[in-house]
């Protein structure tokens, strides 16, 4: 139990919320859709908490100084108030702390022209209410800052709810999320566990999913984002609130009804669209350092009300630091000017900033990654798959459990059985694993690889599961095998032992191996011919026969694999 | 009037560059240490089929200064092969920047090379003959760029794999059954565009891709470029069939030029089309 911590063990909670932070930042950046949908809350706030911790320890000083953004300047008078609630003693316990967080909320809160509920201020005022409940009853700071933590996460869910603008994109507050963040780290630091980093979904991303759904016609397609966008939501809320909070949305929206139409459902994408893109009304985001002794704090935030928004004039007894969302920069600092000596001006145009933000390429490592898996019978047929890039389940009919052991990724599979008997199991599998992914039903091995081959990893997942679909269509198969038994089908006669050619459940008795391979070449239609030959099939007797089907048919083009495949002596893919 | 230069690693048809008079430099191009730059076509792919390994060099600064400082004109659009596959973007801007002071020259990167640079190209060429200034050409430029889309078939993509400029392409290589590996270009880079087994599939493949980006564009007709190493058979048969399809504005059909067969082998064929209008 932690019941009493020093100033020094207070900064390495800060380090802890620090890391965290700055480990999580570009999460943070990709929420920032408020005030202004630029991009660096999680920046911002990061190199305002560094500033804070770095130099001579006059941490809300330091901070004020490092403070960039609306956030970063919120975060800075946080840190302030909660310093100067505690800074006479040595030792704080969990009442004092609360005592301190409920201060650092309302000097924040106090620092703002027109507080908006929904944002960080509102998790703040959160975590702080509950600091105070919580430490009447709670001497251990552990317990304590999870209840804290607990309570900020709450908040931070129900932000999208009290700022429409946050529920219209889709995404909860980005400052709340980044003070969450600092709650984590600090959090975990006194219980010295590691955090992983979250895959960070980057909002150009998430757009360009948004606007090909605004965009395309085809309802089969429109059904394929859908199942992307539930993968999306699947992966997110595994491992923190989620963050396309409109996917869980639409996809509600849609089982209870509300969303009924494809043009209500486009209408909802173009909405999320216009948010992220709306014209900003302030292009510039101000700042500056005003030094001098007793600058007129209010007058001069009377003076540069009436030229923008998101406005913070903040101080320390030696400084003021002014931050604005404005089209006249200038102005901004000739007023200021006029308070007091300007120092370390700062113009950010966010209208470029916003631009790149929702354009920019992303690496691969945000794209969702995707796997293939075939089902196959033989050790020659395995090897060709894994050669075109699949993973490779050696099987003639796996139970769900063998299928499922190849479900264990983050990716999108797509599960080729290339056997029908196969495909109950995959579809189970797929099913019971919760992971993403579409079973491709291929019914035969020539099916499953032509669908393998038509796999590109550059697609996106619905257009890869649109090529293989056709692709199985594209290719006929026929067999040759011996049979196992006597049976009879429909007309046709069949004893043990006898050799059959299987083309369209077209069943036929042969002589020998070779006129039942001649039928299928005959009988099939394709420019190309692929046998794959069995196990039980010598090589040589396998080339030459393909040297007589070449012969026989000039017309046509064979090929020849191993492919190792029990059962059936030829397995051939016409297309 | 402004003048359009550019490198033989775009492919243009031939009378268009005479009717456009359009400057084609000639990249540098070796059979071991014996330089062939300007070979015939025909003789390049027999030596090429005969086992010879060709390479080729960027385009040298000091030949762009002297075609730029030599050129009857005082602006010029400098069209070139993807950056990122050659230096010869860096080469002509620094030759632009060595001749500014006697001539302005822009130096475009097309993010393609062979039939895609050749088209973009073509359409700069044809809107600098209109006599238009030189920011509404590089608009052009811009524009085409925005929309060509060039697809290619290697049957052998050994030689780009030697060259390091397969990039993502790689995922087409060791395939253990006959494939036509296919290829397109994104962000200046090669992307696997798929895999077919026949070149009839190669060509629905291709045609299936024009419809899209025809939808895409809401586009009226079609401008087209075809191109092979060595066999004009399937790029006439691949004529016909968009032919029938689409509405076609202009179509050539050539035989890629020796510097880019180096990286394409004997086999290689392709489109670059650009949907126009909408």
Redesign the interface.
């Known amino acids: 139990m932690i019941d009493k911590i020093d100033f020094k063990m207070f900064r390495s909670l800060l380090i802890g919320g620090y890391e965290r932070l700055s480990s999580q930042k570009e999460w943070v950046n990709n929420l920032n859709v408020f005030p202004v949908p630029d991009g660096d809350t999680g920046s911002n706030m990061t190199l305002t908490l560094k500033g804070g911790l770095s130099g001579d320890g006059n941490i809300v000083e330091n901070s004020l100084l490092a403070a960039r953004g609306n956030s970063g300047i919120i975060l800075s008078q946080f840190l302030k108030g909660f310093v100067d609630a505690v800074n006479h003693k040595d030792q704080i316990d969990t009442r004092d702390f609360a005592i301190a967080i409920k201060e650092g909320e309302k000097t924040a809160r106090n620092a703002i022209r027109n507080p908006v509920e929904g944002t960080i201020i509102t998790v703040m005022k959160e975590a702080s209410r509950c600091a105070i409940q919580s430490s009447r009853r709670e001497g251990d700071f552990i317990r304590l800052l999870e209840n804290i933590e607990k309570a900020a996460k709450l908040t931070l869910k129900k932000t999208p709810e009290m700022l429409p603008v946050l529920k219209d994109a889709g995404v909860v507050d980005a400052g709340g999320q980044g003070f969450v963040y600092i709650l984590e780290g600090a959090l975990y630091s006194l219980r010295e566990h590691n955090l992983e980093n979250d895959i960070v979904p980057h909002i150009s991303k998430r757009l360009h999913i948004w606007k090909t759904l605004a965009s395309i016609e085809n309802i089969y397609r429109i059904r394929n984002l859908l199942d992307i966008g539930n993968h999306m939501v699947k992966i997110w809320q595994n491992r923190t609130i989620g963050m396309d909070l409109a996917w869980e949305r639409v996809l509600s929206l849609i089982k209870n009804r509300k969303i009924k139409t494809i043009p209500a459902l486009k209408q909802f994408a173009r909405r999320l669209i216009s948010v992220w893109e709306r014209k900003i009304e302030y292009k510039y985001d101000v700042e500056c350092l005003v030094r001098g002794e007793n600058i007129e704090k209010q007058s001069l935030e009377e003076e540069i009300a009436p030229l923008g928004d998101s406005i913070l004039v903040v101080d320390t007894p030696s400084l003021t630091k002014v931050h604005i969302h404005t089209n006249e920069p200038e102005r901004i600092f000739e007023i200021c000017s006029r308070y007091g000596e300007l120092d370390d001006r700062f113009i950010e145009d966010m209208e470029e900033q916003q631009h790149e933000f929702i354009t920019a390429?992303q690496d691969t490592e945000t794209e969702i990654h995707q796997k293939v898996i075939i089902i196959l019978p033989g050790d020659g047929l395995c090897?060709?798959a894994k050669?075109?890039?699949a993973e490779v389940i050696k099987s003639s009919n796996p139970s769900t459990k063998e299928v499922l052991e190849y479900l264990n990724s983050e990716d999108f599979h797509f599960v080729l059985p290339a056997n029908g008997d196969a495909i109950p199991a995959s579809l189970q599998a797929l099913k019971c694993s919760k992971k993403s992914g579409v079973v491709i039903p291929a019914k035969t091995i020539p099916e499953g690889?032509?669908a393998l081959?038509?796999y590109?990893?550059?697609l996106e997942p619905n257009e890869n599961e649109e090529?293989m679909k056709e692709a199985i269509k594209?290719v006929k198969t026929g067999k040759v095998t011996i049979s196992a038994r006597d049976a009879q089908f429909g007309e046709v006669k069949v004893n043990k032992g006898d050799i059959i050619s299987i083309f369209c459940s077209e069943i036929k008795v042969h002589k020998s191996i070779k006129e039942a391979v001649f039928e299928l070449a005959r009988k099939m239609e394709g420019?190309?011919f692929?046998l794959f030959f069995g196990i039980d099939t010598k090589k040589e007797d396998a080339e030459a026969l393909l040297v007589q089907l070449k012969k026989e048919f000039s017309e046509k083009?064979f090929?020849l694999?191993y492919g190792g495949q029990p059962f059936y002596q030829y397995i051939i893919g016409a297309? | 009037m402004i003048k359009i230069v550019t490198g033989d690693a775009s492919d243009i048809p031939e009378d268009a560059v005479k009717k456009y008079d359009i400057t084609i430099l000639k990249h540098p191009l070796y059979f071991g240490d014996e330089e062939v730059t300007g070979i015939s076509p025909e003789e390049f792919y027999r030596r090429v089929k005969e086992g010879e390994m060709p390479r080729t060099a960027l385009l040298p600064t000091g030949l762009l200064v002297d075609t730029y400082e030599k050129l009857d004109t005082d602006t010029i659009l400098s069209i070139h092969l993807s950056s990122k596959m050659s230096g010869t973007y860096n080469s002509a801007l620094t030759a632009a920047e060595m001749v500014k002071d006697k001539v302005k020259v822009e130096v475009f990167d097309t993010g393609l090379t062979t039939l895609g640079q050749g088209m973009i190209v073509l359409e700069s060429a044809i809107c600098a003959s209109l006599g238009k200034d030189i920011k509404s050409v590089k608009s052009k430029a811009e524009e085409v760029k925005s929309r060509v889309k060039m697809v290619l078939a290697i049957p052998d993509l050994n030689f780009l794999h030697r060259s390091g400029r397969l990039g993502?392409g790689k995922?087409l290589l060791?395939?253990?059954?006959?494939?036509i590996p296919m290829i397109t270009y994104?962000?200046g880079e090669i992307?696997?565009?798929?895999?077919?087994?026949?070149e009839?599939?190669a060509m629905e493949k291709i045609k299936d891709e024009i419809r899209k980006d025809f939808a895409k564009f809401k586009a009226e007709r079609l401008k087209v470029l075809l191109g092979y190493a060595t066999d004009d058979k399937i790029c006439q048969e691949l004529e016909e069939s968009i032919r029938e399809e689409f509405s076609i504005e202009e179509l050539h059909t050539l035989q890629l030029n020796p510097v880019v067969g180096v990286y394409l082998g004997p086999g290689a064929w392709g489109i670059s089309y650009y949907p126009m209008g909408g």
Do not use: H
């Not at chain 2, 060791?174 to 494939?179: D, E, N, P, Q, T």
């Open positions: 390429k090897e060709i050669s075109m890039g690889m032509s081959l038509a590109n990893p550059e090529n594209r420019e190309i692929t083009d090929e694999y297309e | 993502k995922a060791g395939a253990m059954m006959r494939i994104s962000g992307v696997p565009f798929g895999r077919v087994r026949t009839s599939q």
